[in-house]
């Protein structure tokens, strides 16, 4: 609320020296050509369109110092507009002398304050109030510091007679005069600053920053062609002096409404009428030389029009991109139809848009180029995906030429959402097929040493000892030859079930159920030699796919491996039950509880699982370990 009152106040100040200026004028009898002379008029226009621009941002973005810049730049201008007649009629009322010289004082002080200090730093602040980058503070900081030196130069002129010097005199001889003399330089030096820090934001800045800017460069663009053909035939008339004003209203439209409507439109048409009436101002007049003036003519009027279709296609496809051009656009996609992402992005950048994104059924965005926001447009890809697309600035809908377009690029850009998604799924198989067999490689090489290791080591140190006591204790030895025996059998035992985990042909020759009981009947001892029992239960009411029955067995030898070696249990339940579409392998221990830690075998239970769409959960149970998997019959 404070910065607002502060905005009305100075803008009213800032109407009230307008109305003060143009009075004065008025009173002390200046006519148009005495009120140009004396920068009354330019004064006054520069310094009411900035000013009353200045107040408008300000007003709206207290924070943008934009806006604050150009006010006191717009009420310096209008103080010297005002500050030059009331100077003149000071002077001719026989007024006090330092109010005379105080006037000519703030004429001269007043407006290179917005001209040397005011605009170079509202430069390097446009369009968003901030410099491009940390670095640019020290520029920002050396224009500050150097730019009242233009200032005070021009502070620094001497009367021609007509009215008293002003009280800002210095020194202007000897070293003096080189340091005023820097004035100017210092201020062209900082004015390229605030155009270079302008093109490094729209080189970098994102598609909000550059539609912000092109208001900016509009602006610039007409006022140059405005001024600069009358400044190099016969000096500036004074109408063409009210184009000015387009600066700080495109810097206003850039600031507070950059939206409002497509600002290439603009650029678009004006560079193609630039182009071409540059194009026949030149040809007519080189025609003129070796022709008459009607063969001129005639031949100018003849090559106005294909020339203007060439220049406008060349300035549309410099706005809206390949839009009119759909067979350069789809060899450009063409290229890239490997990469979704890419192939999106060449989409969005060929016809200038500024958002670009693939949707899936859900609406889950699957790719994104560009910055969303604003209105949106959205046609199907298939039957999965949706094509959905940011409207230009200005746009309120989709114009037809672009529809066209869009609707052409659907079949390759659903061909590269094909190809993507094809190659992700491929890269995930290949890696659950890496992960699977390392995980495989890691439990092979735990039961080898774990179980065949661990029992053909006590083969050897059995074997060791009956030989030790062969002809000390026949007895003995012959009672440790039948462990060794025992052991053996036991070893062998274990290679047919790591054959087995590996290959379970058992599977494919004895089906599900007979192989589990063949393999409880293997599994009667546990770790520690103490006795096992093992029961299968099977209410499996129809033939079960090959796959699923492969899964179902690994994971119930997975979990009878579990309870030989970690449940201490003297009993153990396989249970196979089919409802409702899905397996159920069940396998329950009546072991003390333990723990369960996150193993190769429970990993590798719970992967199986999740390979055929189910789910299993190794855990304990109320009487001892539980192992359930459910596993969907459809999916294998």
């Known amino acids: 609320m404070r910065a607002k009152t502060v905005t009305a106040a100075l803008t009213v100040l800032l109407c009230l020296l307008g109305f003060a200026a143009g009075l004065a004028t008025w009173t002390a009898g200046w006519g148009p050509a005495r009120a140009q002379d004396a920068f009354v008029v330019s004064n006054l226009v520069i310094g009411m369109s900035f000013g009353l621009c200045g107040a408008l941002i300000a007003w709206n973005r207290p924070s943008h110092p934009v806006g604050w810049l150009f006010l006191v730049g717009g009420l310096g201008q209008t103080v010297s507009a005002a500050a030059a007649p009331l100077g003149e009629l000071s002077a001719q009322d026989g007024q006090p002398l330092w109010v005379t010289r105080a006037l000519v004082t703030a004429f001269l002080v007043a407006w290179p304050v917005h001209i040397g200090v005011c605009l170079p730093l509202s430069l390097m602040l446009l369009p968003d109030g901030h410099l491009p980058s940390p670095r640019w503070r020290y520029a920002f900081g050396v224009v500050a510091v150097v730019s009242p030196l233009f200032v005070l130069a021009a502070a620094n002129g001497r009367s021609d007679g007509t009215h008293p010097d002003g009280y800002l005199l210095l020194p202007v001889d000897g070293r003096w005069q080189a340091l005023w003399g820097a004035g100017e330089p210092v201020w062209v030096a900082s004015m390229l600053l605030g155009v270079a820090a302008l093109v490094v934001r729209f080189r970098r800045g994102d ?32 109408a063409v002096l009210f184009a000015i004003p387009l600066i700080p209203a495109g810097v206003t439209v850039a600031i507070l409404r950059h939206g409002l409507l497509d600002v290439r439109v603009v650029v678009a048409r004006a560079l193609t009428y630039l182009l071409l009436s540059t ?8 025609l003129v030389v070796w022709l008459s003036g009607v063969t001129s003519a005639l031949l100018v009027a003849l090559l106005a029009l294909p020339l203007r279709d060439r220049l406008q296609s060349a300035a549309e496809r410099l706005v809206y991109g390949d839009r009119g051009d759909p067979a350069r656009l789809a060899t450009r996609v063409g290229a890239v139809l490997h990469d979704l992402e890419g192939t999106l992005e060449q989409v969005r950048t060929s016809l200038r848009l500024p958002f670009a994104a693939v949707r899936d059924h859900t609406g889950t965005y699957l790719v994104m180029c560009g910055e969303p926001g604003g209105r949106t447009w959205t046609t199907a890809l298939g039957v999965e995906h949706s094509l959905e697309v940011g409207l230009r600035a200005g746009e309120r809908r989709l114009v037809s030429r672009d529809e066209r377009v869009l609707s052409m690029l659907t079949g390759p850009l659903t061909v590269a959402i094909t190809a993507t998604t094809t190659a992700a799924a491929l890269q995930a198989s290949r890696g659950r097929l890496v992960t699977a067999r390392e995980e495989e490689r890691r439990r092979l090489q735990r039961d080898l040493h774990d179980g065949l290791g661990t029992l053909l080591t006590g083969v050897v140190l059995t074997a060791d000892a009956a030989s030790n006591t062969l002809t000390t204790d026949p007895q003995r030895a012959a009672e440790l030859l039948a462990t060794v025996r025992s052991e053996l059998r036991n070893a062998v035992a274990e290679v047919h079930r790591l054959v087995d985990d590996l290959a379970p042909l058992a599977v494919d020759e004895l089906g599900l159920v007979r192989a589990l009981e063949v393999r409880a009947a293997q599994s009667v001892t546990r770790a520690d030699g103490r006795p096992l029992e093992v029961t299968v239960v099977s209410r499996v009411a129809h033939p079960l796919p090959a796959a699923l029955e492969v899964a179902a067995y690994r994971i119930a030898t997975e979990a009878l491996t579990n309870v030989i070696r970690h449940a201490q ?29 996150a193993g190769v075998g429970t990993a590798s239970m719970r992967e199986r699982a999740a390979e055929l769409g189910g789910r299993c959960d190794p855990g304990p149970g109320p009487h001892g370990g539980v192992v359930r998997a459910l596993l969907p019959i459809g999916a294998a």
């Open 207 to 238: 598609e909000t920053i550059r539609r912000q800017l092109l208001w900016v460069v509009v602006a610039a663009g007409t006022v140059f062609v405005a001024v600069t053909p009358w400044a190099l035939i016969a000096g500036t008339p004074v």
């Open 279 to 286: 194009v026949i101002f030149a040809g007519y007049a080189l």
């Open 569 to 597: 249990a003297t009993h153990a339940t396989i249970s196979l039950l089919t409802s409702d579409g899905m397996l159920e392998v069940e396998v329950l221990d009546d072991g003390p509880s333990r723990q369960w830690g």
